[in-house]
């Protein structure tokens, strides 16, 4: 039987210590990730407007994009030159104001959100963030009753907030809205850190699940899955 050489003593102190230094490198990363988190989720600072429309969602109950994330959306609505975007749920404003900030200076919003009530509050903070009354259009209602009638190809960007039971409904409205080259983000895909987790699941981390899937694996899309907030998930219209 054939058996490999011991190794040198000077080959098996090398390599404990490159172990050694492995260990310390990973507890090192892994200490200091939440902190490296939270340094990036608030290194876009927001403005007065935004932290208004921040007040008012929790003063609602409602879960708004965070700052990271917002940082996230304004990027790609500068990146793709957005002039027309629609949002799948107004909420109180954060993520719109985020997305405006973005867009090109001739650039429309559409949002999608079914309580007319919070519209207001987003209306409000559009105006005090500066923005012209032009510059958003705001429709109430359910988004599956609403997306129908927007236009085949006519978006460059489509910002997914809504029924997490109906983001593959989402998914195949963003396609047909898109024009190529155009992309879809969807938040809150973390779940909380639920989508990951391997114990039972609700049914709407299980159609979260499902929608990743169905991204990943579109011929139509080309995605990655962005570590902000609870976790955005954009892909690119080919």
């Not at 002039?83 to 749920?89: H, L, M, T």
């Not at 404003?93 to 009530?117: C, F, K, N, Y």
């Not at 129908?148 to 978006?155: E, H, I, K, M, Q």
Request: charged residues 25%.
């Amino acid at each position: 039987m054939c058996e490999f050489p011991a190794p040198t003593d000077k080959v098996t102190r090398r390599q404990a210590q490159a172990s050694r230094g492995q260990r310390g490198q990973e507890r090192a990363i892994t200490g200091n990730r939440q902190t490296s988190w939270a340094f990036a989720d608030a290194f876009v600072a927001e403005d007065d407007a935004v932290r208004w429309a921040r007040d008012r969602a929790r003063d609602a109950g409602l879960r708004s994009v965070s700052p990271g994330a917002g940082a996230a959306l304004r990027l790609l609505a500068a990146t793709v030159g957005a002039k027309a975007v629609a949002e799948i749920g107004t909420g109180t404003g954060v993520s719109g104001i985020h997305l405006l900030h973005g867009m090109r200076p001739d650039g429309v919003l559409t949002t999608v959100d079914p309580e007319p009530e919070q519209q207001q509050f987003a209306r409000q903070a559009f105006r005090a963030a500066g923005f012209a009354a032009n510059r958003a259009r705001f429709i109430p209602g359910r988004a599956l009753d609403v997306l129908p009638r927007l236009a085949d190809s006519g978006y460059d960007l489509v910002f997914c907030d809504g029924d997490r039971m109906e983001s593959l409904d989402y998914l195949a409205e963003s396609l047909r809205l898109l024009r190529p080259g155009g992309l879809v983000c969807f938040e809150g895909v973390f779940a909380d850190g639920r989508t990951v987790d391997s114990g039972p699941q609700p049914v709407e981390v299980l159609r979260l699940r499902e929608l990743l899937r169905a991204v990943r694996e579109s011929p139509e899309l080309l995605p990655t899955l962005l570590p902000v907030g609870d976790g955005l998930l954009c892909a690119v219209k080919r």
